[in-house]
């Protein structure tokens, strides 16, 4: 999903291929896991809920594009990689609240799992309480247990990928270019929620560089 997800109305293909230029490949990487680790570091030592509610709002005033210009470009199963994710799904989430919503509330309709509840969002959900679960998510990675934190944003994932596919499943006749577009959202969302799990499970482990 990342990947396809780096083209949000707010945050252009030519900008992100603006960050590539000719830079080196391992300086960036090096940046990358440089910065989310002190930033992660400082935040979690002290958690001052000044600084941590500054920093869930960050790409409210700021735009995506600082965080994907440090971020964007890290391994998906790194600490800088799983940083940029949830900023992108809480944009995204803001973008279209509604929509997000919608899909959602679809999910929990029809998964078969505990999702639903891991991911922790308010009953019934809609486009305020899909906010609220962003937020909590990105400041749950400052405060509480990051790995729980990645854990609540993988199963947002899974629960819309249901969502997806069961809205898909709904077109599938009538309008198959819209049941395909969510059939490949649907993927996109099941491959971040795999991407969340791998990096909880190293988080836990001491692992997540």
Same mark, same amino acid.
């Given at each position: 999903?990342?990947? *396809?997800?780096?083209?949000?109305?707010?945050?252009s $293909?030519n900008?992100?291929?603006?960050?590539?230029? $000719?830079?080196? @490949?391992?300086?960036?990487?090096?940046?990358?896991?440089?910065t989310?680790?002190?930033?992660?570091?400082?935040?979690? #030592?002290?958690?001052?809920?000044?600084t941590?509610? %500054?920093?869930?709002?960050? #790409? =409210?005033? *700021? +735009?995506?594009?600082?965080?994907?210009?440090?971020?964007?470009?890290?391994?998906?199963?790194?600490? @800088?990689?799983?940083?940029?994710?949830?900023?992108?799904? %809480?944009?995204?989430?803001?973008?279209?609240?509604?929509?997000?919503?919608?899909?959602?509330? &679809?999910?929990?309709?029809?998964? &078969? !799992?505990?999702? @639903?509840?891991?991911?922790?969002?308010?009953v019934?959900? +809609?486009?305020?309480?899909?906010?609220?679960?962003?937020?909590?998510?990105?400041?749950?990675?400052?405060t509480?247990?990051?790995?729980?934190?990645?854990?609540?944003?993988?199963?947002?994932c899974?629960?819309?990928?249901?969502? /997806?596919?069961?809205?898909?499943?709904?077109?599938?006749?009538?309008?198959? *270019?819209?049941s395909?577009?969510?059939? !490949?959202r649907?993927?996109?969302?099941? #491959?971040?929620?795999?991407?969340?799990?791998a /990096?909880?499970?190293?988080? &836990?482990? =001491?692992?997540?560089?």
């Amino acid at each position: 999903m990342a990947e *396809n997800f780096h083209k949000p109305t707010q945050f252009s $293909g030519n900008k992100f291929e603006a960050f590539q230029g $000719g830079e080196d @490949p391992a300086a960036i990487s090096r940046v990358a896991h440089e910065t989310a680790q002190a930033l992660l570091t400082r935040v979690r #030592t002290d958690p001052d809920p000044e600084t941590v509610e %500054r920093l869930v709002a960050y #790409t =409210d005033e *700021n +735009g995506i594009d600082a965080v994907a210009e440090l971020w964007s470009r890290a391994a998906p199963r790194s600490l @800088p990689g799983a940083l940029w994710r949830i900023y992108l799904i %809480r944009m995204l989430i803001r973008q279209d609240p509604e929509e997000t919503a919608y899909f959602y509330q &679809r999910g929990t309709e029809v998964v &078969r !799992t505990i999702d @639903p509840v891991v991911a922790g969002a308010a009953v019934p959900t +809609g486009p305020v309480e899909i906010i609220a679960l962003a937020d909590e998510i990105l400041r749950g990675l400052f405060t509480g247990d990051f790995a729980v934190a990645l854990e609540r944003a993988a199963a947002y994932c899974r629960v819309t990928a249901t969502g /997806c596919t069961s809205v898909a499943d709904d077109f599938e006749a009538t309008e198959p *270019n819209r049941s395909s577009l969510l059939t !490949t959202r649907a993927l996109r969302f099941s #491959t971040t929620a795999a991407e969340f799990g791998a /990096c909880a499970r190293l988080w &836990r482990t =001491d692992s997540l560089e």
